[in-house]
């Protein structure tokens, strides 16, 4: 019995050992004179990491986003979630829900996608942008305007249609809309509403030539699933993972509850983590490699995603050279 203890305690201290220890910091970005509150979760002790920088739904904070954050940091990546400024009636950063637009959040990202960049630990060639509902329309709209300077894209039920939900709530001549207790969802301003309510969404994404993946519920009520279809048909390098039977949250972080309304669970990250580190390995910790300026230096033939051999590569397109994807500079 005692040689059985000790070859159990020994058994649990190698494992021990070779657990993953993260840490979680407080990081904070700026815009201007506004502070913008965030947590880092990393992996200790590993430098050039990925990262992934999460942007959480409207009316909620950086807590949404943590438990994604987690799993991605022990999956080997340096994720940060953060609170949008005046994003929430519970937000740590500076500015209030009056002044905040879809385009502030835009701008909230910036600041904060240039300071991730900044860390020591952390490979700026590889970082990518995770939002949901809003902030997954936030990080499109940004990725549009970064190109080159972001390495993938991962959307949960992003929200094309904000201008559409607007327009349904407020109407035409501008004010408020929601009222906090439908939802969960906090009051928009007239300043919100004013800025988005004319706004051309599919004039605006679309464009971004790095790989995009969508995973949206199939039951989603408020942003309904034929959005992300229609995206998918837009970017050159897009999938979309349907999840049957979610509404719009994948988790009681993220207003998961909902799943209940139209017969659903409330949880299906067990379905939408796998799927999101799939595409993360795929496309950014193993990286997408650039072709060699002189082509003719390659010593077997480059294959476009259909598996056709491609003399002239394309800028921007990604292409198949000895199993690794690449892009042409």
């Known amino acids: ?5 000790l070859v159990f305690f020994c058994l649990l201290t190698v494992c021990g050992a070779h657990a993953t220890q ?7 970005a ?7 509150y965030g947590k880092m979760f990393r992996p200790e002790g590993q430098e050039m990491l990925p990262a992934v920088v999460c942007s959480h739904s409207s009316s909620l904070t950086h807590e949404a986003m943590k438990g994604y954050a987690e799993k991605l940091a022990k999956a080997g990546y340096a994720a940060y979630c953060f609170d949008f400024c ?7 950063s500076d500015g209030s829900a009056d002044s905040m637009t879809v385009f502030t959040e835009v701008e909230d990202l910036r600041a904060v996608v240039a300071m991730v960049k900044q860390q020591d630990y952390v490979d700026s060639s590889r970082v990518v942008l995770l939002g949901s509902s809003q902030g997954g329309l936030v990080s499109a ?11 993938s894209m991962v959307l949960f039920y992003p929200a094309f249609n904000i201008p559409e939900l607007v327009k349904m709530f407020a109407g035409l001549g501008g004010g408020s809309w ?45 942003v309904p699933i034929s959005n992300s279809e229609k995206a998918v048909q837009l970017y050159p390098h897009a999938e979309l993972h349907p999840i049957q039977g979610a509404n719009h949250g ?3 972080a993220n207003l998961g ?3 209940s309304i139209m017969g659903g669970q409330t949880d299906y990250d067990d379905q939408v983590v796998p799927v999101v580190l799939s595409f993360l390995k795929e496309n950014v910790t193993l990286g997408i490699h650039q072709l060699p300026a002189d082509m003719k230096s390659l010593s077997s033939h480059i294959y476009n995603l259909r598996g056709q051999v491609i003399s002239v590569p394309r800028q921007g397109e990604i292409y198949i050279h000895e199993g690794r994807k690449m892009t042409c500079p």
């Open 1 to 5: 019995m005692k040689k059985f203890l």
């Open 22 to 28: 993260l840490i979680e910091e407080e990081v904070y």
């Open 250 to 252: 994948f988790n009681d």
């Open 141 to 151: 709209i940004l990725a549009e305007q970064l190109q080159d300077a972001v390495a």
């Open 86 to 92: 005046g994003g929430s009636q519970d937000s740590r």
């Open 178 to 222: 929601g009222n906090g207790s439908w939802g969960g969802m906090m009051s928009m301003s007239e300043k919100f509403v004013n800025t988005i309510k004319d706004y051309d969404v599919w004039s605006n994404i679309g464009t971004f030539s790095r790989p995009v993946c969508i995973v949206h519920g199939t039951s989603d009520f408020i």
């Open 257 to 259: 509850g909902m799943g």
């Open 30 to 36: 700026y815009r201007d004179t506004l502070r913008i």
